[in-house]
């Protein structure tokens, strides 16, 4: 059987569950508590980490905003308190 070289590895896109897992700790097989996650979560799973950028602290401040906005003028009072 002919050798794959590690670039031709490396560009063949993982199945998700094994993105930003290191080779080493790679599963034989896709983990139990992953096998029925939805099509929205493997997308979210199998994007690389450095793909991904952190928020500012002002960029968090406005979308906090905007969410209390929205549950405002919905009238959803029990979205803006924390219940225990």
Request: aromatic content about 12%.
């Amino acid at each position: 059987m002919p050798r794959v070289d590690d670039k031709e590895e490396e560009e063949a896109p993982l199945p998700f569950w094994l993105v930003n897992v290191p080779r080493e700790q790679w599963p034989a097989a896709c983990p139990a508590f992953l096998q029925d996650c939805g099509d929205k979560d493997k997308r979210i799973i199998g994007t690389r980490d450095e793909l991904y950028t952190k928020m500012t602290w002002e960029e968090v401040r406005e979308i906090v905003s905007m969410l209390f906005d929205w549950a405002l003028s919905l009238g959803q009072r029990e979205f803006l308190c924390y219940r225990t």
